[in-house]
């Protein structure tokens, strides 16, 4: 896996490299997410700890489009949705909504950490 990073003005073929370097990520850790014997927690801990720092590997030079931030959250939205379980109502399963994804995750959407002003004082201390 390679995390080398393109600087250039348009930034779709370098967010479509990173979707797919975590893509690869997430799979190569998918017998882990499957697991019946890790929680929900450790589940959710291997995802931001693993897959969404190769995903924003580099993000900082980023110029964001609405599509690109559609992008992200989507794959953000079906890497949960695989790891959180379906829920049984009804006698039926259903998928999460994304409203139940993130209350349950706690943690701020992608796109709100990427669009998180960088603070040189927290390189200082």
Known sequence: MCLDSLVTSDISQEINNRLTVANRSYFGLLNHFKSQLLSEKT???????????VLTY?????????????????????????????VFENDN??????????QIFVESIIINILKKPYS??????
């Open 93 to 102: 399963w259903r998928k999460r909504s994304n409203n139940e994804l993130y």
């Open 58 to 86: 580099a993000s900082e030079t980023w110029a964001f489009r609405k599509e690109h931030e559609r992008e992200l959250n989507v794959f953000e939205g079906r890497i949960l949705r695989r790891i959180l379980d379906p």
């Open 120 to 125: 040189m004082d927290k390189c200082l201390k």
């Open 43 to 53: 589940k959710i801990l291997l995802y931001k700890t693993l897959v969404r720092l």
